[in-house]
């Protein structure tokens, strides 16, 4: 089928062997067993719609007792790219005139919230980034008008010849967070 002749000839030549697995569980446990049937000039964009809920909904082959029936809204995205990418390349090669995995609407992705490290988990990761010689990829430099337009707090490091930490300093404009990393 071509899903397979695709995998084998175009995707795995150029993915790791971790990749590869990945791919393949994906292709032989979910993409296969539901519309490997279909014949490639036959699949329409409402075949794969249909596939994408029933994953969402049902496509679950393992751990059901720990995170219920449903793939996760990433996993349904995963099965889309591969398809996507498989119908692309079809298209490439004149077997199918269109695309039926262009316009299809998946699980939306999630925003996961940033981070923000406090002012001692910032000096402890600096002082580890200049321990393991990576310190200066991290440092943050501030220029003076930066600093003044910053409307936050900031950190501004001094450079001098030995670099080092005790030139690092928090600048206080008013109550939150910025860094202008150069």
């Known amino acids: 089928?071509?899903?397979?002749?695709?995998?084998?000839?175009?995707?795995?030549?150029?993915?790791?062997?971790?990749?590869?697995?990945?791919?393949?569980?994906?292709i032989r446990l979910?993409?296969?067993?539901?519309?490997g049937s279909i014949p490639l000039n036959k699949l329409t964009q409402n075949d794969l719609q249909q596939f994408y809920g029933r994953l969402k909904k049902s496509g679950r082959k393992r751990f059901t007792d720990k995170y219920g029936e449903g793939l996760s809204d990433r996993m349904v995205r995963m099965c889309?790219?591969?398809?996507?990418?498989?119908?692309?390349k079809a298209v490439q090669d004149g077997l199918?005139?269109?695309?039926?995995?262009?316009?299809?609407?998946?699980?939306?992705?999630?925003?996961?919230?940033?981070q923000v490290l406090t002012?001692?988990?910032?000096?402890?990761?600096?002082?580890?980034?200049?321990?393991?010689?990576?310190?200066?990829?991290?440092?943050?430099?501030?220029e003076k008008e930066d600093k003044d337009n910053c409307k936050s707090d900031a950190i501004y490091y001094e450079n001098d010849t030995q670099n080092n930490l005790n030139n690092l300093h928090f600048v206080t404009p008013p109550n939150q967070l910025c860094f202008i990393v150069t």
């Open 1 to 26: 089928d071509w899903l397979t002749y695709w995998y084998e000839n175009h995707s795995k030549p150029k993915i790791r062997p971790t990749t590869q697995e990945t791919y393949e569980s994906r």
């Open 30 to 35: 979910h993409i296969i067993p539901e519309i």
């Open 80 to 88: 889309h790219a591969t398809c996507r990418s498989a119908l692309e």
């Open 96 to 114: 199918i005139r269109v695309n039926p995995a262009l316009g299809c609407k998946l699980p939306p992705k999630k925003a996961r919230e940033m």
């Open 119 to 142: 002012r001692e988990e910032l000096q402890r990761f600096l002082i580890q980034a200049k321990f393991e010689g990576y310190y200066e990829v991290f440092l943050l430099d501030l």
